[in-house]
């Protein structure tokens, strides 16, 4: 992978975050594995600016550069019917275009009954 001449270029997450990995399709050459499309997960390494794989697979530039992330996922998550250990991960590299601030989770209360209903 050939390295962006603008390491300047602001990233949108940060390690920590919780991102989740867009669900759209794609035709042709794509570094995102589709199994983890719609998938949820932490980031926890920042690689760097990057030209575009997708784009460069098309013998074209590269521009603009990417923000490339390493995503850890649960397996348990990932693969549906799992059968190894609860606390198995799985860490991929996925870039900036294809993450997007994973939903808030938000703990369901039981909301209190109304006086007089």
């Known amino acids: 992978m050939t390295r962006s001449a ?3 270029m602001e990233q949108r997450f940060k390690i920590g975050d919780r991102v989740r990995v867009d669900g759209r399709g794609s035709l042709g050459h794509c ?3 589709s199994y983890l ?3 949820t997960g932490t980031v926890v390494g920042v690689h760097g600016v990057f030209r ?3 784009v460069l ?3 074209r530039p590269g521009y603009p550069a990417r923000v490339l992330y390493k995503v850890r996922f649960a397996q348990s998550e990932v693969w549906k019917r799992y059968a ?3 606390v198995d991960q799985i860490e991929v590299d996925v870039y900036e275009n294809w993450l997007l ?3 808030v989770r938000t703990s369901a209360k039981p909301r ?3 006086k007089g209903s």
Request: hydrophobic share 25%; proline share 21%; aromatic share 4%.
């Open 101 to 103: 601030p994973a939903p």
């Open 6 to 8: 603008d390491p300047r």
């Open 84 to 86: 190894g250990a609860a």
């Open 57 to 59: 697979a098309y013998n």
């Open 112 to 114: 209190a009954a109304r």
């Open 52 to 54: 575009d794989p997708e």
């Open 37 to 39: 499309r719609g998938q």
């Open 31 to 33: 570094r995102t594995p």
